[in-house]
């Protein structure tokens, strides 16, 4: 007897980078969930490809329908990408890297299936953002993300004004990252805390954790095109 498919939009979280084994981060049912797509919405055609290659194996995957949703999709075009779950499919969406939805645009995508009635199903997987958070040692009963700082002094002050209470959170852009970290160390308080985390889960993974004056007499890491979350705390 087959089973019947129910249609559904389904939130895949990816991996944080290239391992040659991605059971060890994803748990089995996301690979069971990808089997059972019609198709999949994913933030590149390129990164979308690669993600369903890793759970079909050998089979080819370019008969799988891909629409691509980042952050340069239109929102009219949002309608037409749900369509085919509203006609009784089931369709996946992806980020490059990471869960679906944080730090991207896929909330527009819930929001909208949502209000189509359209049901929407979550999977666990890596975060970048929360795994740094839990190596800085950082007090996580409460925090903010900030997404990708302004590169304002001011707005560094300010999440330091902040960090005593709330722990911050913060990203960029990773060819920049070496150039925000020394902002940091020149704007931030010696006492403060900063806690830089970087190639989460693979083996280049670093974290160091400790207070400006203690960076100050410590050699910088590299973080050069690395894709790194920045912490600023108690």
Not at 111 to 117: D, E, F, S, V, W
Not at 199 to 214: E, K, M, R, S, Y
């Amino acid at each position: 007897m087959t089973k019947v498919k129910k249609p559904a939009l389904l939130l895949l979280p990816n991996l944080l980078g290239e391992h040659k084994h991605p059971e060890l981060f994803l748990p089995s049912s996301v690979g069971q969930a990808v089997l059972s797509l019609d198709g999949l919405i994913a933030e590149s055609e390129y990164g979308g490809r690669r993600y369903l290659k890793r759970f079909h194996g050998e089979s080819p995957v370019h008969h799988i329908p891909l629409a691509v949703f980042n952050r340069d999709t239109p929102d009219g075009d949002i309608d037409f990408m749900l369509q085919p779950i509203k006609h009784g499919e089931r369709w996946g969406y992806v980020s490059d890297a990471g869960l679906p939805c944080i730090a991207d645009p896929g909330s527009k995508l819930v929001a909208r299936a949502r209000q189509l009635g359209i049901v929407v199903q979550a999977f666990v997987g890596p975060s970048s953002i929360l795994m740094a958070l839990m190596l800085s040692g950082m007090q996580g009963q409460n925090f903010t993300f900030h997404g990708y700082l302004s590169g304002e002094d001011k707005q560094i002050k300010q999440m330091e004004h902040q960090a005593g209470k709330v722990t911050q959170i913060f990203m960029e852009a990773p060819f920049r990252n070496d150039k925000l970290l020394k902002q940091l160390l020149r704007v931030l308080d010696q006492e403060t805390k900063l806690c830089v985390a970087w190639d989460l889960t693979l083996p280049t993974q670093g974290v160091l954790a400790q207070t400006v004056a203690v960076w100050h007499k410590s050699p910088l890491p590299n973080l050069n095109d690395k894709p790194a979350i920045f912490l600023i705390g108690a």
